[in-house]
């Protein structure tokens, strides 16, 4: 993988539980976002996080990074049937020129 | 404001033909990305243009792929000749500066069927 590993590769939750999907990541960055897939739709951008933050919030989006790990975690509260889909994270870094890195993603199933 | 639009949304077409992508940047993004996502594995990167030039093109998985962005608008992508592991969703993106700070905009993607 260009990236390195996300896990789960897929999670199946009730809805109002919470989902946490894990993103580890090789090179050194300037930030990591977390991306949102609906079923073969678009990319949709959830939240960027820099390398000298720790945490950010979002709504129900929680998202850690943790630099010297090269992890982030990204955390969903109360999940909804809604938010079934599949989450990316994607690593932007100076020697990158910009272009992003992505995860392989995790498929995400919010069952009513 | 308009965002990053793409043209088809799906295109099926046999082995051996051609197939011609269009992807719109938001007004004013000098900067265009092509990213794809192949058989539900992970999202890569193609090709980075600046305007009209390709700053970036160590993504193009081989010469049966030629990606153009005349006048530094909107950008076309041609699979010629077309092979089944082309098979996929074609993303487009575009930001204002190419500073790793910079957020990229998505486009729905083009979704492309080689039978």
């Known amino acids: 993988s260009q990236q390195g590993e996300e896990d789960p590769q897929a999670l199946s939750i009730q809805e109002g539980e919470n989902a946490t999907m894990n993103c580890s990541y090789k090179?050194?960055?300037?930030?990591l976002q977390w991306y949102r897939q609906n079923s073969g739709r678009g990319l949709v951008h959830l939240i960027l996080i820099r390398s000298n933050e720790r945490e950010k919030h979002s709504g129900r989006l929680r998202v850690t990074l943790d630099t010297s790990k090269k992890s982030s975690s990204l955390l969903i509260t109360a999940s909804r049937a809604a938010d079934t889909a599949s989450y990316f994270c994607?690593?932007?870094?100076?020697?990158?020129?910009?272009?992003?890195?992505f995860g392989q993603g995790t498929e995400l199933s919010v069952k009513p | 404001e308009a965002g990053v639009t793409q043209f088809p949304s799906h295109s099926v077409i046999e082995k051996g033909q051609t197939v011609t992508l269009r992807c719109d940047p938001i007004?004013?993004?000098?900067?265009l990305y092509w990213y794809r996502r192949v058989m539900g594995k992970e999202i890569k990167f193609l090709l980075h243009?600046?305007?009209?030039?390709?700053?970036?093109e160590s993504g193009m998985p081989n010469n049966r792929f030629l990606a153009e962005r005349t006048g530094g608008t909107y950008s076309t992508l041609k699979v010629q000749p077309a092979e089944l592991e082309d098979s996929g969703v074609y993303f487009c993106?575009?930001?204002?500066?190419?500073?790793?700070?910079?957020?990229?905009?998505f486009g729905p993607g083009t979704r492309l069927t080689v039978l």
């Open positions: 994607a690593t932007a870094s100076y020697n990158q020129g910009g272009k992003l890195i």
């Open positions: 243009f600046v305007k009209e030039s390709k700053q970036d």
């Open positions: 090179t050194s960055i300037n930030n």
């Open positions: 007004s004013g993004h000098d900067n």
């Open positions: 993106a575009s930001s204002q500066d190419a500073t790793s700070y910079n957020e990229q905009f």
